[in-house]
């Protein structure tokens, strides 16, 4: 089935350091990403549309500046965490979908556990 | 605006009895309704759909959902629970005026099979 890494699964990083996580689709083009962050024993918020080519979709309240989205190629989306706080600790999922396929299933990365000291 | 609940927080079965976790939705249309469930600190894990067609829908490991329009509900099922069946549990919904490119999800619901 088609697969989605996500890397590095999990980082600790000094406050005001920028972090980059990379989301793959590993035998399928993704024309469209999603990028999600999970509190603690919470849903998924969705934070932003990626699509390739064009520039990111964030959602109400998402700081763009922030939270940079690159969707360079159709196998891979980059979030970057600028100038990380502690509050920007968190678990951060990417999904990717099939092209036209809205009738298919979101395949998820593992995700990323962000720790900011 | 669309919606999914899932209305409660913990499911708790033991070992072997059938076990629901509930979800209901509200959107316009024809929805798209999925499940998915959560190990800890791991991504989501695709269970089952409904898109169309027949109301019982089987997934993986066992599980099946039941989609009833009148009552805009999509119940997840698995007639006999396992322990390692405990976990978080998804129910998410595509479709009217979101449109069908975004996920909707429910807040989740943590499942505990007990020996």
Redesign the interface.
């Known amino acids: 089935g088609a697969v ?1 890494s ?1 890397h590095p ?1 999990w980082v600790i990083c000094k406050s005001g350091t920028s972090v980059k996580i990379e989301c793959r689709s590993l035998d399928f083009q993704a024309t ?1 990403m ?1 990028w999600y962050r999970q509190f603690p ?4 918020m ?1 934070m932003a ?1 990626s699509n390739e080519g064009s520039k990111a979709t964030y959602e109400q309240g998402v700081e763009k500046d922030k939270f940079l989205i690159n969707h360079a190629s159709l196998t891979l989306s980059t979030l970057t965490v600028t100038s990380a706080h502690p509050e920007d600790s968190s ?1 951060y ?1 990417c ?1 990717a ?1 099939e092209p036209r396929a ?2 298919q ?7 990323t ?1 962000l720790s900011i000291l | 605006a669309q919606s999914v609940a899932q209305p409660e927080d913990q499911v708790n079965v033991a070992e072997g009895n059938p076990l629901t976790v509930k979800c209901t939705y509200s959107v316009s249309g024809n929805p798209y309704l999925f499940w998915y469930v959560q190990y800890p600190n791991r991504g989501l894990q695709f269970l089952l759909k409904y898109i169309t067609g027949d109301n019982l829908v089987k997934g993986s490991y066992g599980f099946e959902a039941e989609f009833n329009k009148s009552q805009t509900s999509f119940h997840l099922k698995k007639p006999s629970a396992l322990v390692s069946d405990s976990a978080l549990y998804f129910c998410a919904v595509r479709g009217g005026s979101g449109g069908y490119n975004k996920l909707i999800f429910g807040a989740g619901t943590r499942l505990a099979v007990h020996p």
């Open positions: 989605v996500q699964s469209t999603f024993k919470q849903s998924l969705l549309t678990f999922i999904s979908s809205p009738n299933p979101q395949h998820f990365g593992d995700g556990r």
